[in-house]
């Protein structure tokens, strides 16, 4: 197990690192469904096999392909007819700031959670990550926010609609 | 799979170390499916032929053994020997990427396919879930196949999928989820195993085995559905700029799928691999190639439909449907 979570650690960043450095738009996105995939993975290690799955699927299968769908139709070219007006201003000062908060806080984390102790083996509950003991979190403790969430989904599938509407076909 | 274990423990005996010993297993079985692919596809691909072949008066291949069938054989010595030619204004990485990234998930979905009570290379309780993610797959290797080419038709063949698959899969996720409810599980083990208990779930899920059927053929990219390879306005589609072994990739992950697709219809719908007197696999396959020849049998009859009809029926026909279906099985599942 432990195997798992070096390559598919070294995997996400590599992937990450991809996004950042790549010229060319597909490129980044192709690295980020790396990154995902890896991400996956490390869910897997973590016997959360639904969370795994959903993730490929929701991140890798749906929310990627629009990426690409939309990158590929603007930049059916390698070198794009319009040229984007300049880089935006600021971006890399911003970047250093969101970088450090990122990083204060992840060491936070991590050594609240006791990061490089030995942990004790704790038996899983059975069912542990399957979709039936998922659902079931879902619908009860988290029932409040997993309305909130199909609200969001709702609105922007009538913004959508209402979007799209005023064309008369 | 007790021929696995006892290959497992033999080599631990023969003091092959435990991690490797641990990888043997898997790797025979993936070897298996593999060679159980690449076989079925090459008949497939000669069956496809010979089937329009006879639906048009006319032979199919006829030359290469008796009644052409070591022709797909020869054609693969051919596809091996051949050149292999990039073109010059391709994004290299992602053009030899992409039939990778089609074929790899398209074999991987074996792993979790019951060919029989035992005969399965991993029983996941996460089954049809598995299947869905990794199917997903397939339109992001069209994407990349068809921008990287960088050639008009490619793109154009590559969005026109997309667009497809997207729609298309909605309805098929929600028809099969309605068969998960009615079995109560999500192992394709275990619905085989209730359907056995109770009766085929065609019997009551007449509705979704429709969606299914319809939104399948559009997510293999099947006439009537397979307008991202329309010949006459695009060349072949996402994989116009491929030859030689890439192209033989690309097309072995189309007849992998259409086995899947088959293979996911007789396990759902019509009980698997359970069946009187025969034993359990060639029941299996005897559905499976059953599904397989509908599907050819629809190609070779029906003409291509329009872009416009594609999305009316698969965004106004089919998801109302599948979603009529799945609200009904509801209540059967509760009042039963």
Redesign the interface.
């Known amino acids: 197990m432990i195997a798992v979570l070096w390559i598919a650690g070294a995997l996400a960043v590599a992937g990450a690192l991809g996004v950042v450095i790549a010229k060319?738009p597909?490129?980044s996105v192709?690295s980020l469904?790396v990154n995902i995939l890896a991400l996956a993975a490390l869910y897997l290690s973590l016997h959360a096999?639904?969370m795994a799955?959903?993730q490929?699927?929701i991140y890798?299968?749906?929310i990627?392909?629009?990426f690409?769908?939309v990158i590929?139709?603007l930049t059916?070219?390698?070198d794009p007819v319009e040229r984007s007006e300049g880089k935006l201003e600021g971006q890399r000062e911003l970047g250093i700031v969101a970088a450090v908060t990122g990083a204060i806080l992840m060491t936070a984390v991590a050594l609240s959670a006791g990061f490089g102790r030995p942990v004790a083996q704790e038996a899983l509950p059975s069912g542990f990550g399957?979709?039936a003991a998922f659902g079931r979190e879902l619908l009860t403790t988290h029932i409040l926010s997993f309305e909130l969430t199909a609200f969001v989904l709702m609105a922007a599938v009538i913004g959508v609609v209402v979007l799209v509407g005023q064309r008369k076909l | 799979m007790d021929m696995f274990t006892a290959m497992h423990n033999g080599l631990v005996q023969m003091g092959v170390p435990l991690w490797l010993a641990n990888l043997v297993p898997p790797l025979v079985k993936s070897l298996i499916l593999l060679l159980f692919i690449l076989l079925n596809c090459m008949f497939l691909i000669w069956m496809e032929r010979k089937v329009a072949g006879h639906m048009q008066r006319r032979m199919g291949p006829m030359r290469t053994g008796p009644h052409g069938i070591i022709q797909s054989l020869a054609d693969v010595i051919k596809l091996i020997s051949k050149e292999d030619i990039i073109p010059s204004g391709v994004?290299r990485?992602?053009f030899v990427?992409a039939p990778i990234v089609a074929f790899a998930p398209a074999f991987a979905v074996f792993m979790v396919i019951p060919f029989g009570p035992t005969l399965i290379a991993q029983d996941?309780?996460?089954a049809l879930?598995?299947i869905?993610?990794?199917t997903?797959?397939v339109?992001?290797s069209f994407?990349?196949a068809?921008?990287?080419s960088?050639n008009?038709w490619s793109?154009l063949g590559?969005?026109r999928s997309?667009?497809q698959l997207?729609s298309y899969e909605v309805p098929l996720v929600i028809s099969v989820v309605a068969v998960a409810l009615l079995a109560g599980s999500?192992s394709l083990q275990e619905i085989v195993e209730a359907q056995r208990q109770s009766f085929w779930y065609i019997l009551v899920q007449p509705l979704g085995f429709l969606v299914f059927l319809t939104a399948s053929l559009a997510e293999l990219n099947r006439s009537p559905f397979d307008l991202s390879e329309a010949e006459q306005e695009l060349v072949a589609g996402y994989n116009t700029e491929y030859s030689g072994m890439r192209w033989a990739l690309l097309y072995l992950t189309e007849y992998a799928n259409l086995i899947t697709f088959a293979a996911i219809a007789s396990t759902l719908f019509f009980g698997g691999w359970s069946g009187p007197v025969l034993p359990p696999v060639v029941w299996f396959l005897i559905k499976v190639y059953f599904f397989i020849f509908l599907v050819m049998w629809i190609r070779w009859t029906l003409p291509r439909i329009r872009v416009d009809q594609l999305m009316e029926l698969g965004w106004k026909g089919l998801l109302p449907l599948s979603l009529v279906n799945l609200a009904f099985t509801g209540v059967y599942v509760l009042i039963r």
Do not use: C, Q, Y
């Open positions: 060319t597909v490129h192709i469904v096999e639904f799955l959903i490929v699927i890798a299968g749906a990627m392909i629009l690409l769908f590929a139709l059916a070219r390698k399957s979709p | 994004d990485w992602v990427l996941l309780n996460i879930i598995f869905a993610a990794l997903s797959f339109v992001i994407l990349m068809g921008w990287s960088n008009k793109l590559a969005m997309t667009a997207i999500l």
